[in-house]
């Protein structure tokens, strides 16, 4: 796999250049995730024009219309931002996930704050103006703000999103066939369905169409792959995968070592130990009964292991 590129917010880098010369360092980020990728960072407010520092702006509802301006209404940065998200959405095809700032203006993926004209209070619904434009040309892109990054759970879901882009990226520009897509797929099957069991059997039907083109056909699984995977997994479906990967070693497995295994994913699933735990016996038994199908599976290892993702989950 090359070098995993991701786009990011300027400041979550620790760079100054929020509207009080201050940054928003991600500790996450900088010290862990910065280990395992390259970032592009982006400040829209700054390439749009605006000085550090600067007046705050706001998202400011006039009408059906939403505005980026100063509260008062003055240097209004609408259309600037919009055009600036645009051509950004457009020249990211090297990129294979995003980080935005929470709730500001510009780079908020969620919950933004939108002002109402003449002084009729305020929402948190809004998305911000850099960041929609980005979300909106590139659906499929893995994407994720700084705060949620704190949460176990989605911060494992984002990073397992970002490497399986990057592996269908990768795969892209080597040349796809079917064969490649199936080899592929073949490789995640156990991934996916940790994460969405009904997409696992979607997946598995389309490829075994015949009368559809390839184009379609790829189409149709990298949008269904990372639908899938924004389903975060939890314990139920984790235990429904490892209770399946189980069954290729019934035949191998002792009576004590199937006992401790079966203990091992009963713990995990009442929350008395992690993911790795499990994983970690499957994996050892896949090394003492060696089987090729398995030692292909993603699931096991879907990003570096030492990014220490799965201790938390």
């Not at 786009?7 to 760079?15: F, Q, T, Y």
């Not at 457009?90 to 908020?108: L, V």
């Not at 893995?142 to 911060?155: I, Y």
């Not at 038994?285 to 879907?302: D, M, R």
Request: proline share 5%; net charge neutral.
């Amino acid at each position: 796999m090359s070098n995993i590129i991701i786009g990011i917010s300027s400041c979550l880098l620790g760079n100054k250049v929020r509207y009080d010369s201050s940054g928003k360092r991600s500790v996450f980020c900088t010290d862990v995730l910065n280990d395992f990728v390259e970032y592009k960072p982006f400040c829209p407010e700054v390439a749009v024009g605006l000085p550090i520092p600067r007046p705050t702006i706001r998202q400011i509802r006039r009408g059906d219309v939403i505005h980026v301006s100063q509260p008062d209404g003055t240097g209004d940065v609408t259309e600037a931002l919009t055009e600036y998200g645009q051509t950004v959405g457009r020249n990211i095809s090297e990129i294979s996930g995003f980080i935005f700032t929470a709730k500001s203006p510009s780079c908020g993926m969620e919950r933004v704050k939108i002002y109402h004209e003449g002084g009729g209070g305020s929402d948190s619904s809004g998305i911000g103006l850099f960041t929609k434009q980005i979300m909106q040309l590139n659906p499929l892109l893995p994407c994720e703000e700084n705060g949620r990054l704190n949460d176990a759970v989605l911060r494992e879901n984002f990073v397992l999103r970002v490497f399986t882009y990057k592996a269908w990226q990768d795969l892209i520009k080597e040349g796809i066939t079917k064969g490649k897509l199936i080899e592929f797929h073949s490789q995640r099957k156990y991934l996916v369905m940790s994460h969405h069991y009904p997409s696992y059997q979607e997946l598995g039907r389309l490829l075994a169409i015949d009368d559809i083109s390839l184009e379609d056909m790829q189409n149709e699984y990298i949008k269904g792959l990372m639908t899938a995977l924004k389903n975060k997994a939890n314990r139920r479906s984790h235990t429904n995968t490892l209770t399946h990967l189980q069954g290729y070693f019934k035949k191998h497995i002792n009576a004590e070592e199937k006992a401790e295994l079966c203990e091992k994913i009963a713990d995990y699933r009442e929350g008395l130990i992690p993911l790795l735990v499990p994983l970690t016996l499957l994996e050892h038994y896949n090394q003492k009964y060696p089987n090729e199908y398995l030692q292909k599976q993603v699931y096991f290892n879907p990003y570096p292991r030492e990014m220490k993702l799965r201790y938390a989950i």
